[in-house]
């Protein structure tokens, strides 16, 4: 047993996937440490926070599916224990919502598309309902008039993911964990065995870290997003995201709605203030963060074509993140090859949704669903 | 005379008109005291800069047009006194530049109308140029392929009016003018004669201000934009204006340009350090300035038109501020008919061309282009 105190377990990443499985391990009794020079501030701050299997299933896809609902199950759970923790009056406090998400068709093409994916979804036994123009505007009013029919997934949620951020943060902070606000710039490798990680800035003060911003541990968890390739070898690359967060007197929607305009996917997220999230791009082009006018003037325009009452709104906020996005679109979760080292990572789009999950998987538990996620399917890890 | 250091003119404002004239002032010996709030955060704040007397003009206005003119031949000295008094190494670190406006059309009915245009500006011997979509391609070769004719106003030319209102607060500074960080929330009046004003909030600490806020002077010049109204009975109304600042390491355009994009008119404006102005919505929304969904919605979608490759610059900022309009566009300059009060407002969108013009009608100069502006064409101005 390792001496109380000693940094067993040391995390590199403060995102949600990397603070779940902190305070996961915290509530559990094992020693732990974060090291993040800025957590809560990459993916997760710029994610909308939909927590939507159903909608988001493609053809392609069952193994996300898979995980997908299994994590969707646990999040009732997870916000209500975490709320606990933080001392919150309970999960509403994480704007944890499960209203369902509507999927709407403009053209004969997309409507055709989507009686394929209600019948798709059907045969997987998915609870859907396939709805008319007429009784997608009877749930969502505010919907454009060109709306001729929609899919409603009435079974899935969504969070607010900066309030489950914070919460993590504060949960954390409660159970004494350190959170040291430097960044992994290498893992410490002792004759094949991670043994540790270097910070940067060198001279960090934490506790626990010695000279040359030297930290050791039993275990390195890598959940690093898209930064993790850097460090191990993961093969994640950078999607990046442009998000768009607008502010009304009154919500304009009382659940997801979700929509293809000129071929772009674009998602409208109701939070309870009246806050309407709308996302994302997703680019390709590498560690690049900027807001750029072709971003926002994609989301204006296909959010305008859904729901046109969006132009009267104030824009709040504008960000871009970086989603840490894998060959297969399924996150790498588990023991990398090289002992000492564990990774959970990669989980593109999914980070919100997979996080409780993700602690699951870590601890042993959900083996089956552990093998889809298993880094052995790729090479080069160490 | 006033005893020295009496506080013989207060100017009510602070935007770029208010700190012009305390500029004009204080360098020609005369104790002036200026107070705003927030100097230089509102309408000079969002504008663009533009001094674009010629590329402005439309048939019907052709005092405005006598009016931009006299005042353009009043920038560059202007610019280069100003440099000189702020320490500055000249007025390039205004960005004040002289390279002419180019207005572009896309359509058939738009080549027309730019055709007649031409007609016009040189009936009126403005110095305008007719050019082919090669030849503005020529010119700007980041325009877009469907542009098919140009007018070029070789004199037109613009500033940064950020570093104009930041230089002359230097030079305030320097001449040693007070500047009194709070709002006039009214005139203080002796027997129909204008003795002061009354600041909010009432215990700010400034020279000369009194018990209850009350700041004397011999006469208030009103330079309040579109706040005007209130305090006077001025005729002027809110037009909010939406604007954005977009980035790149190297400028896309060598001069201003503008056009019609699906019936409203956007400009954009290159900064030396690459900075691209896009400009402006006019909305008739009162004192609102929130930036709204659909106001960038606009921006983005009509400079797009223009020079499609600004969708990969980086959006820097966005702003929206109040132009201060009157019922015939032209500003409100002069004595008023109540003794003590001078007003300086109502310029609309030329605020930042019409600045140094203003200091000199102000001054008495100017006799004729001071009778275009006179308070005297409204009444209920008191």
């Known amino acids: 047993m390792p001496a109380k105190g000693a940094h067993v377990d040391v995390i590199a990443g403060g ?40 909608s988001e299933v493609t053809y392609t896809e069952a193994p996300l599916l898979r995980l997908g609902l299994a994590a969707l199950r646990r999040w009732p759970s997870f916000a209500a224990e975490l709320a606990v923790d933080a ?46 123009g007429r009784e997608c505007r009877r749930l969502e009013p505010m919907l454009a008039p ?59 003060q934490a506790p626990g870290v010695a ?25 994640v690359r950078p999607v990046k995201g ?17 929509g293809t305009v000129h071929g772009s996917s674009v998602y409208l997220v109701p939070r309870g203030d009246g806050e309407l999230v709308v996302g994302a791009t997703q680019e ?7 807001v750029t006018a072709g971003g926002l003037y994609e989301l204006l325009r296909d959010a305008r074509e859904l729901v046109p009452g969006v132009t009267e709104l104030e824009v709040s906020d504008v960000v871009a993140g970086l989603r840490p996005g894998t060959p297969d679109n399924l996150p790498v979760i588990g023991p990398s090859g090289t002992p000492g080292l ?15 999950l993700t602690t699951v998987i870590l601890l042993g538990e959900e083996g089956e669903l552990a093998a889809l996620c298993s880094p052995e399917r790729f090479r080069d890890i160490s």
Chains 1, 2 share one sequence.
């Open 284 to 290: 390709e082009l590498g560690f690049d963060t900027r």
């Open 242 to 258: 442009q998000i768009m967060r607008l502010r009304s007197s009154q919500p304009l929607l009382g659940r997801c709605v979700r």
């Open 211 to 235: 000279d040359g911003g030297v930290l050791r541990a039993e275990r390195v968890i890598l959940a690093a997003g898209a930064w993790s390739a850097a460090l191990a070898g993961v093969p």
């Open 342 to 356: 564990t990774l959970a990572t990669g989980h593109h789009r999914g980070g919100v949704l997979l996080a409780p």
């Open 146 to 204: 060109a709306v001729r029919g929609g899919l409603l997934a009435p079974g899935d949620a969504w969070v607010d993911p900066r309030r489950v951020t914070a919460a993590l943060l504060t949960a954390l902070d409660r159970l004494g964990v350190p959170l040291v606000r430097a960044r992994v710039s290498e893992l410490l490798r002792d004759d094949g065995t991670v043994t540790g990680v270097r910070l940067t800035p060198p001279d960090v």
């Open 15 to 54: 995102g949600i996937v990397g603070l779940s499985i902190a305070w996961r391990l915290a509530r559990s009794g094992r020693p732990v440490t974060v090291a993040d020079p800025a957590p809560a501030s990459g993916a997760s701050h710029a994610a909308a926070g939909m927590l939507a299997p159903v």
């Open 87 to 132: 001392g919150l009056a309970g999960a509403d406090a994480l704007d944890f919502r499960t209203d369902g998400t509507l999927d709407v068709a403009f053209g004969a093409d997309d409507l055709a598309a989507l009686d394929e994916l209600a019948a798709f979804m059907e045969k997987l036994e998915l609870p859907v309902e396939r709805l008319t």
